[in-house]
């Protein structure tokens, strides 16, 4: 009888589909809980296994001939993040596929990737107590990690430089990392709101984890990561109310309280007010053109946004191709049209991205880059909201709370940088937005 293709006879003696299924559910809460504490070392590795599971699981079904068994929004969602990739390799095809496009590339193989993931995803249907388990593992590991990170660092490096130090994580990138622990604390809170008066212990757990991650997120001095703080506390406050509509009076009043509380934290804190105060001075000081200096971070971000909404212009249907900015950002310094801050930057290398994911998409891949990625975040978004209004639970409605919170603080990070543009962070959003949205299917699919 002739084979296609033969497997290795250790692997004939066991059911390989039923062992990455049940493999994979710890494996999701490995990948992210170890993101901004052990990237390079167990993040990374874990979540290119996971992707080799997808791929490997898709081969079994079907080559076995039974399909994938993805229903018609497993499909649509599915194909959002193949499109996503797809654009990108036209526009990278307008230039020919140089270096530089195909380098900037592997950014968008966790998007293919995605599409593979989320059908196998439905199918290991991964209990919801893993997810949360990870992103209290998340905050709280980043928390763990700043508080070893400042003290062995910070006074050395302020010292050499006389700049304040930000906490980076094992990465050594603070804006990451603050996005990651922000993103992660908030979790942990809508986490302690769901199980509030059912699990005391975890409830305990999750506001300790959150306070960690925010300790990081304070520590990494993100400021775009701190605006990502009233939109949580806005969701986990709907969520609330949803739950316990009687006690509304009650829970907006808590709202209140934290806002000034918050809002008290943020006149004690000398780091906080030295990051907005240096926010304001930097928007203060701009003036279009050459007169931006190196290191007026917001500054260079106006000098970047105009100068990508240039190259849209010129190139509004698909761009000036995946990869080409770095160029243009250095044919425009040259020619004086924007500050040559922006090509010194990296010791001469220059910015390779515009700082926002929108302006980005525009730039590089045109009205259809900027349609696929507003879809990229729109159609899950309106899948998550589906979820949280309809759940006939709060623990299911809380999923999909728990997605409109990750879909909005992408979206908001990506105002001002190119979040997904960064393998660190592309990864966690296909990661985190896959699991949730296998889980949201999952709820409306019988065992």
Known sequence: MTQVAKLPAFLTRI?????????????????AATITAAYYQLHGPILHGIMLFSLLWWVLRLRSGR???????????????????????????????????????ENFVYFLAAALMLPFLVQVRPHPAWFWVAVAMTSALSGIYALWEMPTFAHAYEQATGLVYRAGGSKGKPIPFGDIATLSSVLCLLGASTFQGRRHLWTILFLIAAGLGLYASLVSGTRAAWLVLPTG?????????????????????????????????????????????????????????????????????????????QAYEGHPLIGIGVGQLNAYFKQDANEGRISQAIVEFDHGNGHTHAHNDYIHALATRGLLGLGSLLLLYLVPLAFFVRNAILGAEMSERALGYAGVLVILSFMQYSLTDSILLMRFTAGYFVLLTCWLLAMNLNRRRPD
Not at 79 to 98: D, E, K, M, Q
């Open 233 to 309: 506390l806005l969701i986990i406050v709907l969520h609330l109310i949803h739950a316990y509509p009687k006690r509304r009076r009650a829970i907006l009043l808590g709202l209140l309280c934290l806002a000034l509380v918050g809002t008290g934290l943020i006149a004690q804190s000398d780091q906080i007010r030295e990051r907005l105060s240096a926010a304001v001075s930097e928007i203060r000081d701009y003036r279009p053109g050459a007169n931006v200096e190196a290191g007026n971070s917001l500054g260079e971000r106006f000098e970047m946004w105009r100068a990508a909404w």
């Open 67 to 105: 399909g994938i068994g993805a229903d018609g929004a497993t499909r649509v969602l599915a194909g959002i993040f193949l499109l996503y990739a797809i654009v990108a390799v036209i526009s990278a095809g307008r230039v020919g596929f140089n270096p530089d496009a195909v380098d900037r590339l």
């Open 15 to 31: 059911d390989v589909e039923q062992l990455i299924l049940h493999l994979t559910p710890a494996l999701l809460a490995a990948s």
